[in-house]
């Protein structure tokens, strides 16, 4: 299949539950050989999107594609080309961790056991231990190495580091994520959904912000950096009129404010020089302060 039919292609999707409205309207694109974040709040519609596009919930309208077919239609063909961890796994209580990974091998046409004994080491398992008995943490662990041992080319990743302790939360994403990436950056493609935005600083290739089911924002991390920046402004006197500023955010601190430009940095930056402030900064933000500033924003206007 083409490399230049994208990874995943959402358009216009809805889908609800009873009356409330989950997704409205979403669309994004994912091409081949990125890492895609997909950022938004606690039931924002990120793991209802998901869903849709693994044909476990039926979409109400619009559509969405997998390698540019309906996941619908050609589910096993589709299924075969991606790994999935969820937000929250389980497995069958009679099963060993080495039961788990003799069941998903079953199913492939390939398994990299060679990677798998790796990783057991790396997290510290035990392969005789039975599922059951596994903590949150651990339980996520055996789902994260079950996903990268097929070595799919697309992983669908929605909050992967759930559970996990802050030190094998960086070594996963920054050693195992990265590297798996990395074996065939033009055909390996990651979509993570997750809320610990900082934690995938310098993976995530373009992003996309949902609030409320809808889209807030698309856009390549490096433009997003270019184009949203904060300032730190400082007054010799207190009370400086700030109000013909457009921002997504502003912090007052009696002469020193914090503004978050929305996507005008360059005419922020000339209105703010006018002003004739005793110091004047321009930052630029994390991906988490993107999102909170957009975000805030969102609802600064609702």
Not at 199 to 205: P, S, Y
């Amino acid at each position: 299949m083409s490399k230049q039919i994208p990874a995943i292609e959402i358009s216009k999707l809805c889908r609800g539950y009873g009356s409330k409205d989950a997704v409205r309207g979403l669309s994004l694109t994912v091409q081949r050989g990125r890492c895609y974040g997909f950022f938004g709040r606690n039931g924002a519609g990120k793991t209802t999107t998901i869903k849709c596009l693994l044909n476990l919930l039926k979409p109400a309208a619009g559509i969405v594609r997998l390698f540019g077919m309906d996941p619908a239609r050609h589910e096993v063909e589709a299924k075969s080309r991606l790994a999935w961890v969820p937000d929250t796994v389980a497995f069958y209580p009679w099963m060993r961790v080495n039961d788990y990974f003799g069941y998903l091998a079953s199913f492939r046409d390939h398994w990299n056991g060679k990677l798998q004994k790796e990783l057991i080491e790396q997290f510290e398992l035990d392969p005789s231990r039975k599922a059951s008995s596994l903590s949150k943490g651990e339980k996520m662990q055996v789902a994260l190495i079950g996903a990268l041992c097929p070595e799919p080319e697309l992983l669908i990743l929605d909050e992967p580091t759930s559970g996990l302790d802050p030190l094998v939360r960086r070594d996963f994403i920054k050693t195992v994520i990265g590297a798996y990436q990395d074996t065939d950056p033009e055909n390996r493609t990651i979509f993570v959904s997750t809320h610990l935005i900082n934690e995938f600083e310098g993976l995530i290739d373009e992003f996309t912000i949902i609030e409320q089911g809808r889209e807030l924002l698309s856009m390549p991390t490096e433009e997003a950096k270019e184009t949203f920046r904060k300032f730190v402004v400082r007054f010799t006197e207190s009370g400086a009129d700030l109000s013909g500023i457009d921002c997504l955010r502003r912090v007052d601190d009696g002469r020193t404010s914090e503004i978050f430009c929305n996507g005008n940095a360059a005419e922020t930056a000339r209105l703010l020089k006018e002003l004739k402030p005793e110091s004047l900064e321009e930052e630029t933000l994390s991906l988490e302060e993107i999102f909170l500033s957009r975000v805030h924003g969102e609802r600064e206007k609702a």
